[in-house]
């Protein structure tokens, strides 16, 4: 039987990339033009990834599911995200719209756990020596949710968490080395 392989799950909009701030809430970028990473997340997903974790992407794309931008334009940031952060081994990606509407992939959509442990079992993952990085409650419930520890990268946002993450950070830098500073 295979070894089962650590992983890292990384929050997308406000954890790898910069968000757009409005009234105090994080929004993800609207064009590829917008769509920036944080400095020191390559070098940072490069340190995880030769530690050994397997570097899995996890975000709801609520506006596609909404109508509100086009699938074809969170595919391009997709691209231009692997292009930058080669070691990043998948991306999973809910276009479930978030409005209390059944929808086919909502077990998927954050706090939900669905993106993670689909990724788990399609890859050989760990869940109890993984992480989950991000920057909203969804992510630290969804991480919690799926039995992996927690790392909250605290932008100050007008919204509150609803569960205690196991670490709060500044940056994704930090976040990284938190991680690799425990490593199992």
């Known amino acids: 039987m295979p070894t089962l392989r650590p992983a890292v799950f990384l929050d997308r909009d406000g954890t790898l990339n910069v968000q757009v701030i ?3 809430k994080p929004y993800p970028p609207q064009t590829l033009a917008e769509f920036k990473l944080f400095p020191g997340v390559p070098e940072a997903c490069a340190r995880l990834a030769a530690a050994g974790y397997v570097l899995i992407v996890a975000t709801n794309q609520p506006d596609v599911g909404r109508g509100d931008q086009d699938q074809s334009v969170v595919e391009a ?3 231009r995200l692997r292009e930058l952060v080669p070691t990043i081994a998948q991306i999973e990606v809910c276009y479930a719209p978030g409005q209390g509407i059944a929808h086919p992939d909502d077990y998927r959509r954050k706090p939900e756990a669905g993106m993670l442990l689909d990724a788990a079992r ?7 020596r993984s992480w989950m990085i991000g920057d909203r409650w969804r992510d630290i419930d ?3 949710r799926a039995g992996v520890r927690t790392v909250f990268i605290d ?3 007008a919204e509150e968490l ?6 709060s950070v500044r940056d994704f830098t930090a976040a990284a080395d ?3 500073s425990r490593c199992d």
């Not at 399609?122 to 109890?128: A, F, H, K, N, V």
């Open 77 to 79: 940031m997709h691209d």
């Open 155 to 157: 932008f100050g946002y």
């Open 122 to 128: 399609r890859l050989g993952l760990d869940l109890g």
């Open 162 to 167: 609803r569960a205690a993450p196991d670490i």
């Open 22 to 24: 409005r009234d105090g």
């Open 142 to 144: 969804c991480g919690q």
């Open 178 to 180: 938190a991680i690799l």
